[in-house]
């Protein structure tokens, strides 16, 4: 059994969607930031960084956290989502850990001082709004070649997706990325992608809808 520690962020969906597009049954725990339980004895003893997703393989007695390990864990276990050939495994690879470096600290960056920040730090927002989309364009000139990054779909595409999806939050354009925009198209038609950004249930919904959502994504 997988047991998920996550909460609704772009690096959570990339665990949810990787376990839906694996169909890998996990039991869901959601942690509440609002509530700081990342930073609880509980959760700190299973990722000292105090940040999700977080899995336990209850199977093998094996904790993982940072989401990119965490994929490639589950990509690895259910032998799928990574290519087989070692071109595309290695190309899969480096695209992975081109969010890792790239879209998810700049972006990250890019909306907290657009969005969180206490002051306005105008050369800041633009720092890291420029740098992002100079990551997308990036993207969108290698999906200019290849109908996936890895030239297959694999956990580079969720990775990558998962933040690049929430584009608008950060009010990083993409106009005139007519390849990302098809790639972003595509991979939101995905069922377990749909899934998977509904784990856990965005704030605002029900309680009976919330109830609904996990039972279906997860059991």
Do not use: C
């Not at 909460?7 to 700081?36: C, M, Q, R």
């Not at 992975?96 to 879209?103: N, V």
């Not at 919904?205 to 609904?212: G, L, P, V, W, Y």
């Amino acid at each position: 059994m997988i047991k998920l520690y996550t909460s609704p962020t772009p690096n959570g969906w990339k665990a949810t969607i990787t376990l839906a597009e694996l169909e890998i049954p996990y039991e869901l725990n959601v942690i509440d930031f609002i509530k700081k339980e990342q930073h609880t004895p509980m959760f700190l003893a299973l990722n000292p960084n105090g940040r999700i997703p977080v899995i336990v393989d209850t199977e093998t007695n094996t904790t993982i956290f940072e989401s990119g390990a965490l994929m490639l864990y589950l990509a690895e276990k259910a032998g799928a989502l990574m290519p087989k050939d070692p071109q595309g495994y290695w190309a899969a690879m480096q695209w992975l850990m081109f969010q890792m470096s790239g879209i998810g600290p700049m972006q990250g960056q890019a909306v907290s001082f657009e969005r969180y920040f206490s002051e306005d730090v105008p050369a800041a927002r633009k720092r890291y709004k420029n740098e992002t989309r100079r990551l997308y364009e990036v993207l969108n000139k290698r999906l200019a070649d290849v109908e996936y990054l890895a030239g297959e779909y694999s956990i580079a595409d969720i990775a990558n997706w998962a933040w690049v999806k929430t584009h608008r939050w950060a009010r990083i354009p993409v106009d005139g990325l007519e390849h990302l925009q098809r790639w972003i198209n595509v991979i939101a038609k995905r069922p377990a992608v749909i899934a998977g950004i509904e784990v856990p249930p965005p704030a605002g919904r029900s309680d009976k809808q919330k109830a609904m959502g996990a039972s279906m994504t997860t059991n």
